[in-house]
């Protein structure tokens, strides 16, 4: 086995706008080699372990190259003067190829486990007397390889400062579906785990520097 390389380019572009408004902007160009694959190997019979059966060999090794390029956007407004909002955006196309054309069979790991669209948008909100109230909404495009549907989530937290040490918050998750798949491994057996909506309370203090 050998190490997988990752050779990246990226370009950058940050910009304000306007005295409430900044936006960046990012390209990127990635090149992989060395990656990790199973590779068949023509198949045969074997009479031992009886009874005779046919064995088609899968081999682990460094059988593929890969490229990916994509662009990130994000973007900081200050609607009001107790209101911000952040959207973002990012975009990824990623290739797989086996190292020689004339392989018989190459199955490509993780292959389609990416999405090729994301999008989000944040919001901070400061309601007074110390209530904070931040929403989070993620959309995450499908996932091709292992069969995952795109799907959209929304987080929510309300924080109370009760002092300037303690602060309480109540936070829900997922709160559009009741559970959804994030991600599904296809080269193993396993199940995958389903991401569930959920509500929790959290107690947050800080603790001042201690004076030697």
């Given at each position: 086995?050998?190490?997988?390389?990752?050779?990246?380019?990226?370009?950058?572009?940050?910009?304000?706008?306007?005295?409430?408004?900044?936006?960046?902007?990012?390209?990127?160009?990635?090149?992989?080699?060395?990656?990790l694959g199973?590779?068949?190997?023509?198949?045969?019979?074997?009479?031992?372990?009886?009874?005779?059966?046919?064995?088609?060999?899968?081999?682990?090794?460094?059988?593929?190259?890969?490229?990916?390029?994509?662009?990130?956007?994000?973007?900081?407004?200050?609607?009001?003067?107790?209101?911000?909002?952040?959207?973002?955006?990012?975009?990824?196309?990623?290739?797989?190829?086996?190292?020689?054309?004339?392989?018989?069979?190459?199955?490509?790991?993780?292959?389609?486990?990416?999405?090729?669209?994301?999008?989000?948008?944040?919001?901070?909100?400061?309601?007074?007397?110390?209530?904070?109230?931040?929403?989070?909404?993620?959309?995450?495009?499908?996932?091709?390889?292992?069969?995952?549907?795109?799907?959209?989530?929304?987080?929510?937290?309300?924080?109370?400062?009760?002092?300037?040490?303690a602060e309480?918050?109540?936070?829900?998750?997922?709160?559009?579906?009741?559970?959804?798949?994030?991600?599904?491994?296809?080269?193993?057996?396993?199940?995958?785990?389903?991401?569930?909506?959920?509500?929790?309370?959290?107690?947050?203090?800080?603790?001042?520097?201690?004076?030697?």
């Amino acid at each position: 086995m050998q190490s997988e390389r990752e050779l990246t380019y990226e370009l950058g572009y940050r910009t304000q706008l306007a005295k409430s408004l900044s936006v960046d902007v990012t390209g990127f160009f990635s090149s992989y080699t060395n990656l990790l694959g199973f590779v068949a190997r023509p198949p045969f019979f074997s009479a031992s372990p009886a009874p005779p059966h046919l064995v088609i060999p899968l081999v682990f090794e460094n059988s593929l190259h890969a490229s990916s390029d994509g662009f990130e956007a994000s973007a900081n407004w200050k609607v009001a003067s107790r209101w911000t909002l952040s959207p973002g955006f990012a975009f990824l196309q990623l290739r797989q190829r086996p190292d020689s054309p004339t392989e018989q069979v190459t199955v490509f790991a993780g292959n389609g486990s990416d999405p090729r669209h994301q999008a989000q948008i944040r919001s901070h909100l400061e309601l007074g007397r110390g209530l904070g109230w931040d929403t989070s909404a993620y959309f995450v495009g499908r996932l091709a390889g292992p069969g995952i549907a795109s799907y959209t989530r929304l987080d929510t937290q309300l924080t109370i400062k009760i002092t300037k040490q303690a602060e309480l918050s109540l936070v829900g998750q997922n709160l559009l579906r009741d559970h959804h798949p994030e991600f599904s491994e296809s080269t193993t057996p396993y199940i995958p785990s389903q991401v569930k909506r959920s509500a929790y309370a959290r107690l947050l203090w800080r603790f001042g520097a201690t004076k030697m």
